[in-house]
């Protein structure tokens, strides 16, 4: 059975950040804050940029979004996936493993985790002498509402 996975994550911004060595200045708070209340969604910086600016007008420029990015997935509070091979997007890096579903017509990214498909790998690792460290799947097709939509 997949169940999906998310969960918020339990430590402030602040906390977060001091945890993990970073100044928790104006700008990272902003940022990460905005990607723990996304956590559902997959954000490039551009949205990342986009969501501050309707937030706050006067927040920082496109750069300083993705240069906090980058400190922050420097740091192991987020995550960079990218699906489209065109698009980086981020996600906070303090949950359970899990894969994803990619829809190659509109772009969304559903989260699974399936215990049968991860004691598989494992198997296939131990079968090829690996010692499995972490993995990465993505599955690439299409949603149901794109699918109902080209029906239609």
């Given at each position: 059975m997949t169940v999906p996975l998310r969960r918020p994550s339990e430590l402030s911004p602040e906390t977060a950040l001091r945890r993990v060595g970073l100044k928790a200045t104006a700008p990272r708070?902003?940022?990460l804050e905005l990607i723990q209340s996304s956590a559902h969604r997959h954000l490039s910086a551009e949205e990342v940029y986009r969501l501050l600016l309707e937030k706050t007008p006067t927040t920082a420029s496109l750069a300083t979004v993705y240069r906090v990015l980058t400190q922050l997935e420097a740091s192991g509070l987020l995550r960079r996936q990218v699906?489209?091979?065109?698009?980086?997007?981020?996600?906070?890096?303090?949950?359970?493993?899990?894969?994803?579903?990619v829809c190659v017509q509109c772009g969304k990214v559903e989260e699974f985790t399936e215990p049968?498909?991860?004691?598989?790998?494992?198997?296939?690792?131990d079968e090829?002498?690996?010692?499995l460290r972490t993995h990465r799947l993505t599955l690439?097709?299409?949603?149901?509402?794109?699918?109902?939509?080209?029906?239609?």
């Open positions: 708070l902003r940022v699906f489209d091979d065109t698009r980086a997007v981020y996600e906070c890096n303090d949950c359970e493993h899990h894969d994803h579903l049968k498909l991860e004691s598989m790998q494992e198997a296939i690792a090829y002498g690996f010692a690439y097709g299409v949603c149901a509402a794109c699918r109902k939509k080209n029906s239609g």
